[in-house]
Nanobody
């Protein structure tokens, strides 16, 4: 069964940066698209960014120009570089592929 483990969350001030990582196991990582989602308190889970097996990327309008998704197939890892963070980016961030979710990592943007 596919396993996804996220890391890299934390508390950061507005305007700051964080890089999230998601390590996948028990999967032929290089052939699958990967995605990052987030869920804020009281809100539905929403798409943040996706990356195809060939490296094509897609972003939600709310993060476009501030977040960058990337992947390292040699390390079975997908990253989410988050810059110019805003308080409204506060959420639990989840990694996803093939209907499998990680446990999530908390990102809090606050002064």
């Amino acid at each position: 069964q596919v396993q996804l483990v996220e890391s890299g969350g934390g508390l950061v001030q507005p305007g700051g940066s964080l890089r999230l990582s998601c390590v996948a196991s028990r999967i032929m990582f290089r052939i699958y698209a990967m995605g990052w989602y987030r869920q804020a308190p009281g809100k539905q889970r929403e798409l943040v960014a996706t990356i195809t097996s060939r490296g094509y990327t897609n972003y939600s309008d709310s993060v476009k120009g501030r977040f960058t998704i990337s992947r390292d197939n040699a390390k079975n890892t997908v990253y989410l570089q988050m810059d110019s963070l805003k308080p409204e980016d506060t959420a639990v961030y989840y990694c996803n592929t093939q209907s499998t979710w990680g446990q999530g990592t908390q990102v809090t943007v606050s002064s």
